[in-house]
């Protein structure tokens, strides 16, 4: 097995789903700051309630599920997981019912 298939399997997408309450003003306020909370995580909206994240490692990704664990609003659904990149690159998207491509892997410079 080549190190790039290794990798395949080292490398991990966190993926966090959610369905929040947006009906008083209140509500739309501590969904919008939950969004925030992920973009400045690192996050990237891959669908309106759906955020994706990659990660360099196993350990990376419990280390950013940790932090939305943290950041979870008072109210509403919120799902978490875990897969690695070579099961999120079998993933099949669509538009309507023409095949669609992945979106980018965002390079993140990370400093030890």
């Avoid at 080549?2 to 009906?23: H, K």
């Avoid at 990237?44 to 990660?55: E, G, P, V």
């Avoid at 490692?57 to 109210?75: C, F, Q, W």
């Amino acid at each position: 097995m080549s190190y790039s298939a290794l990798n395949q399997y080292r490398i991990m997408w966190v993926l966090v789903f959610f369905d929040l309450p947006t009906e008083t003003k209140k509500q739309r306020k501590n969904a919008a700051r939950f969004r925030k909370q992920l973009i400045d995580d690192g996050f990237s909206m891959f669908q309106f309630s759906i955020y994706i994240r990659n990660c360099p490692s196993r350990e990376n990704a419990d280390v950013h599920m940790k932090r939305v664990k943290n950041m979870l609003p008072e109210h509403g659904h919120v799902g978490l997981l875990k897969v690695t990149d070579k099961q999120f690159g079998m993933m099949e998207l669509f538009h309507s019912r023409k095949p669609e491509n992945k979106p980018d892997v965002v390079q993140q410079l990370q400093l030890f």
